[in-house]
């Protein structure tokens, strides 16, 4: 099949089954072919279109929040989480909230872990661009100040733990710079103060650095994200 008929049964909105139906090959040809030739599925682009409109203010408050945290994201738009089976509820609650773009929640023995994915999302693409733009982990401030008590939630429930009765945020994943420029945030946004804690983990044998709020500040957060 040539470049110029590939193009032209494509336009015409047909998938990758019928122009295969037609000119005596499978599905998975065509789509292989149709990718070397570099011409994107006009249905692939309905499928992401109904995604889109499906993607409501409270799914991209969580998936904002997810990302600042443990959730793992593709150049495709699709958003992986995965959590150890010790926090099982949190997972169900990730993937419930997420329908109907989230896929079922998976058990992996070998990790003790369940995981789940979601469909393809531009509005994900788009985040992995602005967190990713070297291919290095950054803290997009734009994306930073758009947070909400919701998505601060997930972040905490991602990343959060205590040292003592106080909170903290795993943030080693990034630059010392970030670290700075999410601590600015959280006082000019939230009005809490916190200070940079470096800490020694014997089963990795290295230094991991968090953001740690005292009693006080720890308090405050609590009353920020309670209701989730």
């Not at 733009?133 to 997009?140: A, E, G, H, T, W």
Request: charged share 25%.
């Amino acid at each position: 099949i040539s470049y110029e008929d590939m193009l032209k049964e494509v336009t015409k909105g047909k998938t990758d089954k019928e122009i295969g139906s037609e000119f005596g090959f499978s599905r998975l040809t065509i789509g292989l072919l149709r990718r070397k030739y570099n011409i994107k599925s006009k249905f692939s682009d309905k499928k992401s279109h109904i995604n889109e409109l499906l993607l409501s203010e409270e799914h991209r408050q969580i998936i904002l929040g997810t990302i600042f945290g443990d959730g793992h994201f593709n150049t495709k738009g699709n958003l992986k989480i995965c959590h150890s089976a010790k926090q099982y509820a949190y997972s169900h609650w990730l993937q419930q909230k997420l329908l109907p773009l989230s896929f079922n929640l998976s058990y992996t023995s070998t990790t003790n872990s369940f995981s789940f994915g979601t469909k393809s999302l531009d509005y994900v693409k788009n985040l992995r661009q602005k967190f990713y733009p070297n291919n290095i982990k950054i803290v997009p401030e734009d994306e930073l100040w758009k947070l909400t008590p919701l998505s601060l939630a997930v972040w905490f429930m991602d990343d959060g733990g205590l040292m003592g009765s106080n909170n903290f945020l795993s943030t080693e994943g990034f630059s010392h710079e970030d670290r700075e420029i999410i601590r600015n945030y959280l006082k000019q946004k939230w009005g809490l103060t916190t200070t940079i804690r470096k800490h020694f983990k014997k089963k990795q044998n290295k230094y991991y650095f968090s953001i740690f709020f005292n009693a006080e500040n720890s308090f405050n957060l609590s009353q920020i994200i309670k209701f989730y």
